[in-house]
């Protein structure tokens, strides 16, 4: 049996009192990028597993796992961002980026909650964001 907090047994198994969990609430830093980045990236690497659990849980709940997945493939996401301001609003907050979109700037608004400490986007309204984007 390993005995060594800091070297485990299998990787990844880190069990060590000191390691402290990922914060995932704060939706301007989650591993030192912004939600959004992190959604982008996420849509890049077709990382579909991810996306569905940063989804809310009312839309997990609506749809299926094909049909989210489905939602942001059309979405189109991967275009470069920047994030310009995060407003603390009822439910939540709303993020708004900078975006390129064949090359024209644009505002894309990214509304997100949080649930159970971590930051989701709320699929419906994200995707009548989307939607206003000029392609």
């Not at 690497?45 to 989210?68: H, V």
Request: charged fraction near 20%; include cysteine; proline fraction near 4%.
């Amino acid at each position: 049996m390993n005995s060594d907090p800091i070297r485990p047994a299998i990787p990844g198994d880190y069990t060590a009192p000191d390691l402290v969990a990922e914060d995932w609430s704060n939706p301007n830093l989650i591993k030192g990028s912004s939600f959004g980045h992190l959604l982008n990236t996420a849509y890049r690497l077709k990382n579909y597993d991810l996306l569905i659990r940063l989804t809310d849980s009312t839309s997990r709940n609506q749809f299926q796992e094909k049909e989210i997945i489905d939602h942001y493939r059309s979405f189109g996401l991967g275009f470069q961002m920047r994030l310009l301001s995060t407003t603390t609003v009822a439910n939540g907050y709303t993020m708004n980026y900078e975006v390129q979109v064949n090359a024209t700037k644009q505002i894309l608004t990214l509304p997100v909650v949080v649930e159970r400490d971590t930051c989701r986007v709320l699929l419906k309204e994200f995707k009548e964001h989307i939607g206003l984007l000029r392609t």
